[in-house]
């Protein structure tokens, strides 16, 4: 019904700068929260920055500073400007969304993207 697609993850030198995008499709009546998520080897999953509807956001303290996240409501895109990259950036970055559907619109569902990898060497 709904489709996150993650994009913009790659190879980066450090103190580089990558922007990860996140569009989703489907059947889509609104979007509450929004969030990215990263994974690095042999690591749990961990928060990294999400964004409301109402655009407040908030970061984990490892990328306060350096990230900025933000969202295209009519684009229902959600993007991570990274800048200052770090080797310890290094993982698999998950977008994810609170979907209120055409079908369900009073509960919202949460979604994941496939996920983009961000590697971080010089």
């Known amino acids: 019904q709904v489709q996150l697609v993650e994009s913009g993850g790659g190879l980066v030198q450090p103190g580089g700068s990558l922007r990860l995008s996140c569009a989703a499709s489907g059947m889509i009546s609104s979007i509450d929260a929004m969030g990215w998520y990263r994974q690095a080897p042999g690591k749990q999953r961990e928060l990294v920055a999400t964004?409301?509807?109402?655009?407040?956001?908030n970061y984990a303290a490892s990328v306060k500073g350096r990230f900025t996240i933000s969202r295209d409501n009519a684009k229902n895109t959600l993007y991570l400007q990274m800048n200052s990259l770090k080797p310890e950036d290094t993982a698999v970055y998950y977008c994810?969304?609170?979907?209120?559907?055409?079908?369900?619109?009073?509960?919202?569902?949460?979604?994941w993207g496939q996920g983009t990898q961000v590697t971080v060497s010089s």
């Open positions: 994810n969304a609170d979907v209120r559907t055409l079908l369900i619109p009073t509960i919202p569902i949460t979604y």
């Open positions: 964004v409301t509807s109402g655009s407040s956001t």
